[in-house]
């Protein structure tokens, strides 16, 4: 797979079909150990959903749509006892379980193989640059991995986070045999892939731990609990993340100020035209519920 350059020799397939996916499976039960990640669309949305799943073998690295493609039987295959590598887990295993039902008995964390191995930096930036001298991009962290179509350079960045895994998988391993350390590790990586999903709940008194909240005179602190909830309403009903109907610091001002009209609402910063379109009338009756 050409680990030792800046991308691999051959470019990531996507699987978007049937017939596709039916071929990856026969791939991936030709090894032992693959590798494995996820990209979620968790910064775009209100209810977030696993949009990608990367999948590497010795031979290739793939690109699996779960939105175009039933992915059970890759499941099957994964699921199956074979050893899967991913690296900072604990967040894939939640979303897998809570999405597939997957569960992996035979799971390897090169995350926390890599603190367990005093590593400073534990980040697979960091431990692909260590071991390949290699630097992985950063161009689509962000991504809304939900949107499609997906253009090629999507495709290519999201291969990238599990082409390195298995060299990188056996490199720690071998540190942690010379260590003794593997019958540990193996423990805590069955932790790792015990976890649970975690229900998103809503806590009506989180704006309590808005930064400045302590600060606002009681009418005020009142007019950021409505508004909290106005937000929370209105991210629900768009699917939208709640930091992207109104940021933290909108709120608070809000609650400072107190606009009693439109044109003193428009004066806030954050509260931009489309703000003002899709909840301008909330708050201000949010406002004056509370102050009168």
Not at 14 to 42: G, Y
Not at 144 to 163: F, K, N, S, V
Not at 210 to 238: C, F
Request: glycine share 6%; proline share 7%; charged share 30%.
């Amino acid at each position: 797979m050409g680990y030792n350059r800046g991308v691999p020799a051959l470019p990531p397939s996507l699987v978007a079909d049937p017939p596709a996916l039916s071929r990856l499976c026969q791939a991936v039960r030709q090894f032992p150990v693959v590798a494995l990640d996820t990209e979620s669309n968790s910064f775009h949305v209100y209810r977030e959903r696993v949009c990608l799943l990367q999948v590497s073998t010795p031979e290739a690295d793939h690109v699996v749509d779960p939105l175009a493609v039933e992915v059970r039987p890759l499941g099957e295959a994964l699921c199956d006892g074979r050893e899967v590598v991913l690296h900072g887990a604990d967040y894939d295993v939640r979303c897998l379980k809570r999405e597939f039902g997957w569960r992996f008995p035979r799971l390897f964390d090169t995350m926390a193989a890599a603190r367990r191995l005093g590593r400073s930096a534990v980040g697979l930036s960091a431990l692909v640059e260590a071991h390949f001298g290699v630097r992985l991009a950063k161009s689509f962290q962000r991504s809304d991995w939900g949107r499609r179509p997906l253009a090629p350079e999507q495709i290519a960045y999201a291969a990238m986070d599990t082409h390195y895994l298995l060299p990188l998988h056996a490199r720690l391993l071998a540190d942690l045999e010379g260590k003794g350390a593997v019958a540990a590790a193996r423990e805590e990586f069955a932790r790792i892939a015990a976890v649970e999903p975690r229900e998103r709940v809503f806590d009506p008194e989180g704006y309590r731990r808005i930064k400045g909240a302590r600060a606002l005179d009681p009418a005020g602190l009142r007019v950021l609990r409505a508004l909290y909830l106005a937000r929370e309403e209105r991210a629900r009903a768009a699917d939208r993340p709640p930091f992207k109907v109104l940021g933290d610091h909108t709120l608070l001002e809000l609650a400072r100020r107190r606009p009693h009209d439109p044109s003193a609402l428009r004066e806030i910063q954050g509260v931009t035209p489309s703000v003002v379109r899709r909840m301008g009338e909330a708050i201000l009756k949010a406002v004056a519920a509370e102050v009168g």
